[in-house]
């Protein structure tokens, strides 16, 4: 039959897949030639049909079989030409992977975190989306409190708001242990206020508060516990001096100082002359404080401090942008890898 001669001449000439489907598609397609003939079978006799029916049937299979080896033969192929175009020089030498560290910040939150489970102090964590109470209210922060101004806070709903310090983490470690001693706690983690992104400002930022109480806990407890942690931090020359302040949770309040690590206490540009430069705030935990927990205030005593992270790292590492630690600037991070 012409048909079948034809066609298979055409199959053996095809040089690629697609090419053997077209020749698939023009034979025995719905519109292709054997089934056009098959169509016109209509118009033959009734002897004629089942001849011709046979006939077109071997030619079906015919040309069936020789596209099935055809595109063996060519997918074999390709696949060939694929394995040596992807062909891998194994002695071509390797590409090292660059290796990541911690972050500077995680790494002195470590270090922080030692140094005081060192003298004593346990972790407490808490949740960052808290509640009005003990973001504000358990601390001494009445809804009518005008040290509320001092914090511009994201409030989710009127009772809840991302919290602006980890300073309801004692509060709830107060409550829990109703009015157990001895309290001994430091508390980490991320805190939010709004506030304009600078070089020294960021409207998230980490925090690292710490609460003492129990009998005869005293002022001269405190600065000795803060003059140890400042020493480990910034090395054992160093001094500190507590400055008068207001911090509504406790009462007497200070600022706490230590002397400048670049001029030692000289006096630079970095600390402005002055010898000193600022770390953190303090003071004795409020007897309201105290109460609202359930201790009694007339028994019992505490400090309390907190300290922002990044100024600490800023610090130490005489780092002049906040900003830097949050621009993930591997030529920033890099600078401290510890391996």
Known sequence: MEVKERALGELQQAANLAELNDLRVKYLGKKGELTEIMKGMGKLSAEERPLLGQLANEVRDAIGAILEEKKEALEASALEAQLRSQTIDVTLPGRTLAKGNKHPLTQIIEQIEDIFIGLGFEIAEGPELETDYYNFEALNLPKDHP??????????????????????????????????????????????????????????????????????????????????????????????????????????????????????????????????????????????????????????????????????????????????FYNNDIRFLRQFNRR
């Open 147 to 324: 040290a509320r101004d001092m914090q511009d806070s994201f409030y989710v709903t009127e009772d809840l708001l991302m919290r602006t310090h980890t300073s309801p983490n004692q509060a709830r470690v107060m409550e829990a242990k109703q009015g157990e001693v001895p309290v001994k706690i430091i508390c980490p983690g991320r805190v939010y206020r709004r506030d304009d992104d600078d070089a020294t400002h960021s409207h998230v930022f980490t925090q690292i508060e710490g609460l003492v109480i129990g009998k005869d806990i005293r002022m001269s407890d405190l600065k000795g516990i803060l003059l140890a942690f400042s020493r480990e931090m910034f090395g054992d020359d160093v001094q500190i001096r507590l400055r008068p302040s207001f911090f509504p949770f406790t009462e007497p309040s200070a600022e706490v100082d230590v002397t400048c690590a670049v001029c030692k206490g000289k006096g630079c540009r970095v600390c402005k002359e002055t010898g000193w430069l600022e770390i953190l705030g303090s003071g004795m935990v409020h007897p309201k404080v105290l109460e609202m927990s359930g201790y009694d205030s007339e028994k019992y005593t505490g400090f309390a401090f907190g300290m922002g992270v990044e100024r600490i790292a800023m610090l130490k590492y005489g780092i002049e942008d906040i900003r830097h």
